[in-house]
């Protein structure tokens, strides 16, 4: 039988460089007030040697969250996992998925699926260092290893080293000649891969990365997949996340002013702790998508955050600039 606490992983917000900071976070419980949420890929030498404090700090409201790590020494892996549970993280990703050259020169994210028993030799150090659920997030292949026999028997290695739950983004990754944005979208994304390796493994739990966009999507793909993570779209369209929360949960989405509302609160109370307004408004950027004013309200709230003294006036400005109780249809 698949995992128990499978549902756990129903909804799940990606974690994307320089986007799921903990405001994004914040921002995203508030709109998917059940998803589960990631943070933004954490190197394991960033986190031994950096600024710990700044790169674990989260919020009780977050959860659950999970802290995603890139590494490839077990050992290191091991320590990272043991302080970001200490730390109250739900969850440890790895990351074997990211493709970017930075990455790779670090022999961590997607080069490291030709490894596969690297890989399973740091889940087994980083699952004996914890007591919260370790799982891994990766592609379906890498550059020219991009048959299915491949992914299977990458998963069944890193399974056997105790991991129940694997994130597929369905693509494969191209480590040479294409960017991290063009990885997202040229690669074919190959769904049926990801049923097909529930089939075969049925006692793990698979969740469904890649190219989500729309409800219909949304409605589809839960049938077929035992969880959904959204990315991008879920960050530049947050009324389709709220949406797809509500679908998932067989619920109506709160109102917009509400969400705004609870998100304005967080604003004021991180202001009055001294934190700037500029990178508060990042998250709701997307928030007026498809409604009249919307072109305003982000010119209002990015322009008006350029003064690093910018008070939570600026954001009510804005948000006067959109009829936040009228609806409109969700991307279908």
């Keep these: 039988m698949p995992p128990t606490d499978q549902n756990a992983w129903r909804l799940c917000v990606a974690p994307m460089m320089r986007y799921t900071d903990r405001h994004c ?3 995203h419980r508030i709109v998917a007030p059940n998803a589960r949420l990631y943070t933004e890929m954490v190197s394991t030498d960033a986190l031994l040697n950096g600024d710990r404090d700044r790169l674990l700090r989260h919020s009780a409201s977050e ?8 590494g490839r020494d077990a050992d290191d892996l091991a320590r990272a996992s043991e ?3 200490r730390a109250g ?3 440890i990703n790895l990351n074997v998925g990211c493709p970017s050259e930075r990455v790779q020169a670090g022999g961590i994210g997607a080069c490291l699926m030709l490894e596969e028993e690297q890989v399973a030799a740091a889940i087994r150090a980083m699952r004996a260092a914890t007591n919260i659920p370790v799982t891994v997030k990766c592609r379906l292949g890498v550059d020219g290893h991009d048959d299915y026999d491949f992914i299977r028997r990458f998963v069944a290695t890193v399974a056997e080293a105790g991991i129940e739950t694997f994130i597929v983004h369905a693509r494969i990754a191209l480590l040479k000649g294409l960017s991290p944005a063009e990885n997202r979208e040229i690669p074919p994304l190959r769904y049926e891969r990801v049923e097909r390796l529930a089939t075969d493994f049925p006692t793990l739990n698979f969740v469904l990365n890649g190219g989500i966009r729309t409800l ?8 077929r997949h035992a969880g959904l993570m959204i990315g991008r779209a879920a960050y530049h369209d947050p009324v389709f996340l709220a949406e797809a929360a509500a ?10 002013a509400e969400i705004i509302r609870a998100y304005r609160a967080y604003v004021v109370r991180e202001l009055e702790s001294g934190n700037r307004l500029a990178p508060l408004i990042r998250p709701i950027l997307g928030l007026a998508k498809g409604r009249p004013g919307a ?3 982000r010119r209002g709230l990015t322009e008006g955050t350029r003064d690093p003294k910018a008070a939570v006036e600026i954001l009510d400005r804005s948000l006067e600039y959109i009829d936040w109780d009228g609806d409109i249809a969700a991307a279908a």
């Design 63 to 70: 959860h659950p969250v999970a802290l995603q790590l890139g």
């Design 295 to 297: 072109k305003r309200f």
């Design 247 to 256: 679908r998932l949960e067989n619920r109506r989405r709160p109102p917009l």
């Design 83 to 85: 302080i970001g549970n």
């Design 89 to 91: 993280f739900d969850e």
């Design 25 to 27: 976070r914040v921002f």
């Design 216 to 223: 219909a999507e949304v409605d589809s793909l839960r049938r």
